[in-house]
T-cell receptor
Framework: EAGVAQSPRYKIIEKRQSVAFWCNPISGHATLYWYQQILGQGPKLLIQFQNNGVVDDSQLPKDRFSAERLKGVDSTLKIQPAKLEDSAVYLC??????????????FGPGTRLTVT | AQSVTQLDSHVSVSEGTPVLLRCNYSSSYSPSLFWYVQHPNKGLQLLLKYTSAATLVKGINGFEAEFKKSETSFHLTKPSAHMSDAAEYFCVVSSPFSGNTGKLIFGQGTTLQVKP
């Protein structure tokens, strides 16, 4: 079974530029998550989709971050404009069903963003 | 509100000796608890999960954890450390009930160093 795919793996941009990350979840997984992991910290949920609808985006900085999941499969996360504090690893995860009692999420390798 | 506290930011053991990574949780509901491992430049991998079944949970690679409700703890152990166990470990809590979306709350992480 193929895992969660993310691209690019690494990205370096200057502040005030824009950047986009792509995620392809495990086939058949209805729920998709984007996390931000700042160096030395645990991942923090940014946004959660159930199929193509947003379930939780309470911690997404909506003035600069946006995400979409068209057709309920792939997802993109965009930052515009980027700030220095956005430097982090952006992780995508997917799960089969968020009503299951285990909430087991499968993570992709992440995209490491450096903002200079 | 839910939270996890990993009591040690860094643990160092010698190869072949026992591993203990400590985690305390706070949850208003019966929690689901997880341990994830993150090797450098690799995605997060689920080690084990507790979902209100047996309180002693066995995971991959010889790891296990015991859920102790009276102590609100979920410590991770392994009888004998291997060099390949060196990584970052995250204790994670989630509550699947009362309308919660299954959001994962990560601890700050514990870096496990294994010395030869």
């Amino acid at each position: 079974e193929a895992g969660v795919a993310q691209s690019p793996r690494y990205k370096i941009i200057e502040k005030r530029q824009s950047v986009a990350f792509w995620c392809n979840p495990i086939s058949g997984h209805a729920t998709l998550y984007w996390y931000q992991q700042i160096l030395g910290q645990g991942p923090k949920l940014l946004i959660q989709f159930q199929n193509n609808g947003v379930v939780d985006d309470s911690q997404l900085p909506k003035d600069r971050f946006s995400a979409e999941r068209l057709k309920g499969v792939d997802s993109t996360l965009k930052i515009q404009p980027a700030k220095l504090e956005d430097s982090a690893v952006y992780l995508c995860a997917s799960s089969l069903d968020n009503l299951a009692d285990s909430y087991e999420q499968y993570f992709g390798p992440g995209t490491r963003l450096t903002v200079t | 509100a839910q939270s996890v506290t990993q009591l040690d930011s860094h643990v160092s053991v010698s190869e072949g000796t026992p591993v203990l990574l400590r985690c305390n949780y706070s949850s208003s509901y019966s929690p689901s608890l997880f341990w994830y491992v993150q090797h450098p430049n690799k995605g997060l991998q689920l080690l084990l999960k507790y979902t209100s079944a047996a309180t002693l949970v066995k995971g991959i690679n010889g790891f296990e954890a015991e859920f102790k409700k009276s102590e609100t703890s979920f410590h991770l152990t392994k009888p004998s450390a291997h060099m390949s166990d060196a990584a970052e470990y995250f204790c994670v809590v989630s509550s699947p009930f009362s309308g919660n979306t299954g959001k994962l709350i990560f601890g700050q992480g514990t870096t496990l160093q294994v010395k030869p």
